[in-house]
C-alpha cells in the first residue's frame, strides 16, 4: 500500500502562484507514475498533470500548460504542482494520485493510490 498526503493549498487573488505538495510512504517503489487531479462543485474530477520516473516526462491538460509545473523527487518521496497565473477557474480540491504502471494516464480510476485533497480558491 502507499500513502499520500497533500499541503500546500490555500486562498490566493487571481494571477498569483501557489504550490502544491505531495508526500508519499509505504510501498513507494512500486509507483511508476504520479498524477494531481481537481474536483469543483458540482463537476467530475478532472486531470491536471501527469510525471512518470524522475520527472523527464510529463503531461499537462490543455488548461493549465504553460502555467502549473509538475515534479516529482524519487529520493525524498514527493511531488509537487507548482502553480502560477492562478485563475478564478482553477479554484477546486486539488488531488494527488499515483499507479503502477508508467504509460500515460489521463483518467482517474486508472490510478491506485490517492490523496486526502487540499483546498484552493482563487479569488477574482
Known amino acids: 500500500q502507499v500513502q499520500l498526503v497533500e499541503f500546500g493549498g490555500g486562498l490566493v487573488q487571481a494571477g498569483g502562484s501557489l504550490r502544491l505538495s505531495c508526500a508519499a510512504s509505504g510501498r513507494t517503489f512500486s509507483i511508476d507514475a504520479m498524477a494531481w487531479f481537481r474536483q469543483a462543485p458540482g463537476k467530475e474530477r478532472e486531470f491536471v498533470a501527469w510525471?512518470?520516473?524522475?520527472?523527464?516526462?510529463?503531461y499537462y491538460a490543455d488548461s493549465v500548460k504553460g502555467r502549473f509545473t509538475i515534479s516529482r523527487d524519487i529520493a525524498k518521496n514527493t511531488a509537487a504542482l507548482q502553480m502560477n497565473s492562478l485563475k478564478p477557474e482553477d479554484t477546486a480540491v486539488y488531488y494527488c494520485a499515483a499507479r503502477v504502471g508508467s504509460s500515460l494516464a489521463l483518467l482517474a480510476t486508472l490510478y491506485d493510490y490517492w490523496g486526502q485533497g487540499t483546498q484552493v480558491t482563487v479569488s477574482s
Open positions: 510525471i512518470k520516473g524522475r520527472g523527464g516526462t510529463t
